[in-house]
């Protein structure tokens, strides 16, 4: 969410800046590959109702601006699930996300 938060902050600033979340590093190259998993399985998931139950549960200050910026800005918790969704959305092989978060195939121009 933080990173949503950051995101928007800078396009109202128009500043273009992505999303990037990293991850420690595991011992092993499967617990690295399960972490992803368990992140995109969450996201997928994430609801308006999670949302909520975060706003409402969270008491650290850089949350609370985030959602009072969300609220100024008009969007919903089930809005805030979406963007998450989109943003962070797991895209197979040899597809991107242009400018305007359309789905791209990298592969339609190979070979000319």
Do not use: C, D, T, W
């Given at each position: 969410m933080l990173s949503?938060?950051?995101?928007?902050?800078a396009?109202?600033?128009?500043?273009?800046?992505?999303a990037v979340i990293l991850f420690k590093a595991q011992k092993t190259i499967a617990q690295s590959q399960?972490?992803?998993a368990n992140f995109h399985r969450l996201i997928?998931?994430?609801s308006a109702k999670e949302i909520e139950n975060i706003?409402?549960?969270s008491n650290i200050d850089i949350v609370r601006r985030a959602f009072a910026f969300f609220d100024a800005q008009g969007v919903s918790s089930a809005q805030?699930?979406?963007?998450?969704?989109?943003?962070?959305?797991?895209?197979?092989f040899g597809?991107?996300?242009?400018?305007?978060?359309?789905?791209s195939d990298t592969r339609q121009h190979a070979g000319r």
């Open positions: 949503q938060y950051k995101s928007e902050v396009a109202k600033y128009r500043i273009n800046l992505k399960q972490n992803k997928e998931r994430l706003r409402l549960k805030l699930a979406e963007r998450l969704k989109r943003e962070f959305r797991v895209l197979p597809q991107r996300l242009n400018r305007k978060g359309k789905v």
